[in-house]
């Protein structure tokens, strides 16, 4: 598995971006995406996820603000992040483990910033 992320950039507080993380192989509708984001000097954390059956899972931080989305005829999962805030500034990736793989596959990560 491959994954591809895309969609970052640099937007005013309270404007929206949306991130898409492009699976490469066979299966995709058979396995869960994440999207995790690391702030600079901090921790990776998981802000968003959608198993195969389309259902998602949000922390606090984010619930209301960002919709995460599947295109399984595009191999592609979205991450639409509204209302953003300087503190949702960090470098965003999408992540998957396939249930028959034993690995964590990451996406090479894109960079959100948020000016106040």
């Known amino acids: 598995v491959q994954l591809q992320a895309s969609g970052g950039g640099l937007v005013q507080a309270g404007g929206s971006l949306r991130l898409s993380c492009a699976a490469s192989?066979?299966?995709?509708?058979?396995?869960?995406i994440d999207w995790y984001r690391q702030p600079p000097g901090k921790q990776r954390v998981l802000v968003a996820s959608?198993?195969?059956?389309?259902?998602?899972l949000y922390p606090n931080s984010v619930k209301v603000r960002f919709t995460i989305s599947r295109d399984n005829a595009k191999n592609t999962v979205y991450l639409q992040m509204d209302n953003l805030k300087p503190e949702d500034t960090a470098t965003y990736y999408c992540?998957?483990?396939?249930?028959?793989?034993?690995?964590?596959?990451w996406g090479q990560g894109t960079q959100v910033t948020v000016s106040s």
């Open positions: 992540a998957t483990m396939p249930p028959w793989e034993s690995d964590y596959y």
């Open positions: 192989g066979s299966s995709f509708s058979s396995y869960a």
């Open positions: 959608i198993s195969a059956s389309g259902n998602t």
